[in-house]
């Protein structure tokens, strides 16, 4: 009930449509709104010193963003990037903190989104700090799978988001080379399937 709401909101304002690698917010820019996504998808990611691109989180409709600069005082320090052709909802700051006050449902709905980000944000960290390059992999594809698997009629998973090795590297935080190595050895062993950049994790 409180996501239809979230919706109806949303949807009173400005339909805006985005091509693949648009960038609709900037790091360190005042954003123009709140942005709801309605189709594709939109990846945030932040730039290191040296130039390098790491991915943070991948969002699929029906979630809003920056959360982080709407809901506190902070300033927006990611960008945000259509993967895909992507339809999103702008709605102005102020309008959405006045909808959330006046619907305590909406809020409880929120933070608890919030909250799940966070659990799959730290089980993503712990990942992370593994040295192994492999298990590093593993942990990509298991928030990848996390939010976008679908199982098909033989019980495999797949990751219903097209991505390159490169998309792997930047959510692991590793060289696209180490990515592609690990990924090879994945299908090797029957793990997973790679096939017009569409990962499946095969049934046991």
């Known amino acids: 009930m409180e996501d239809q709401e979230i919706r109806e909101f949303f949807a009173q304002f400005p339909k805006i449509s985005l091509g693949k690698k648009e960038v609709i917010v900037r790091a360190e820019e005042e954003p123009s709104g709140v942005f709801y996504l309605v189709k594709g998808n939109i990846r945030m990611y932040s730039i290191t010193e040296d130039g390098k691109e790491l991915t943070l989180n991948i969002y699929k409709p029906d979630t809003y963003f920056p959360a982080i600069w709407a809901?506190?005082?902070?300033?927006?320090?990611?960008?945000?990037?259509?993967?895909?052709?992507?339809?999103?909802?702008k709605a102005p700051k102020s309008k959405l903190l006045q909808f959330v006050a006046e619907n305590p449902a909406v809020l409880a709905d929120i933070s608890r989104r919030l909250l799940r980000g966070m659990n799959s944000l730290i089980i993503r960290i712990q990942g992370l700090l593994q040295e192994d390059s492999y298990n590093k992999v593993k942990s990509v594809l298991s928030y990848l799978s996390g939010r976008f698997g679908k199982r098909d009629n033989n019980?495999?998973?797949?990751?219903?988001?097209?991505?390159?090795?490169?998309?792997?590297?930047?959510?692991?935080f590793m060289a696209r080379e180490t990515a592609s190595i690990e990924l090879g050895k994945m299908e090797k062993q029957g793990i997973i399937s790679y096939k017009k950049k569409i990962i499946t994790i095969n049934a046991k």
């Open 71 to 89: 809901f506190t005082d902070l300033q927006n320090d990611y960008y945000f990037e259509a993967i895909n052709n992507c339809q999103v909802y």
């Open 155 to 172: 019980g495999s998973l797949i990751i219903d988001l097209p991505v390159t090795h490169s998309d792997i590297a930047n959510l692991g």
